[in-house]
């Protein structure tokens, strides 16, 4: 049985790594996906390998006229959706607080933070037509339990991860659910900028060190967590922070 049968799904970031995981699980789930994400090539590959069930969308979360128009082809492709994955993600590179210049911080309140503001004003209305929802918010283990070097980006995956229990009280009664996926580090695009190292053996080894389980989150981690939030076996999960991370929050 299908988990997600029926159901519609915009996925941010989904040209690459969790992103692309996660839309690759809401298909073999019977759900229906809008690929989203910056680079236009990247969600066309993805959304044709998935199939006639995913529909790719070129979209900068930072721009509200972007996000709108990223829901309206949903509805127009498939209907209104029913499950939004605010995925797209950046950082800034592993460095002391005060070299990370104001271009930068601005970029990555605006990804991290911001997307999730201009797509609930987007989204909403739907959602509230049909009934309920589902927001999916990835946040970070990095809001949770920081490492140093990262303090901005820490900080805007602090604020996605109270953001999204902040909107769980509001939209509750709504029967619209919001929940945070935390995943530890992942060997995404971004892997390098995290550790603000080369990427060696040696170097991997410092970091999986303070994992428990002794190893980095995959893109199947991070949508299995998804799949279920998103399913109605959740139906009574909401406002939570969910630590995908192979103990190292403990």
């Known amino acids: 049985m299908t988990q997600l049968k ?63 128009a990223l829901v309206q082809h949903c509805v127009d ?8 994955v605010n995925n797209a993600g950046t950082t800034h590179k592993n460095r002391p607080m ?52 990262l303090s901005w980006y820490n900080a805007s995956k602090g604020a996605v991860n109270l953001l999204s229990k902040s909107m769980a009280v509001e939209l509750g009664p709504e029967k619209i659910r919001v929940n945070a996926i935390c995943p530890v580090m992942g060997v995404t695009g971004l892997f390098e900028d995290f550790m603000g190292l080369p990427d060696t053996p040696p170097n991997r080894a410092k970091f999986i060190a303070t994992i428990p389980m002794g190893r980095f989150a995959t893109p199947t981690d991070v949508a299995a967590a998804s799949v279920f939030l998103a399913s109605d076996a959740a139906e009574f999960f909401t406002g939570i922070e969910f630590p995908v991370d192979g103990g190292r929050t403990i």
């Open 77 to 84: 492709t498939f209907g209104a959706p029913d499950i939004v």
């Open 98 to 149: 005060l070299e990370v210049d104001e271009a930068t911080f601005d970029k990555v309140f605006a990804v991290n933070v911001k997307s999730i503001y201009h797509m609930t004003h987007a989204i909403l209305p739907h959602m509230r037509q049909k009934g309920g929802g589902v927001i999916l918010n990835i946040g970070s283990v990095a809001g949770i339990r920081p490492r140093p070097g």
């Open 6 to 68: 029926d159901k519609i799904a915009i996925i941010t970031g989904a040209g690459g790594g969790f992103g692309e995981g996660i839309a690759a699980a809401y298909i073999k789930e019977g759900a229906k996906v809008i690929v989203a994400d910056i680079n236009g090539a990247a969600a066309q590959r993805v959304a044709s390998a998935l199939g006639a069930h995913a529909s790719p969308f070129t979209c900068d979360v930072t721009q509200k006229a972007q996000v709108q």
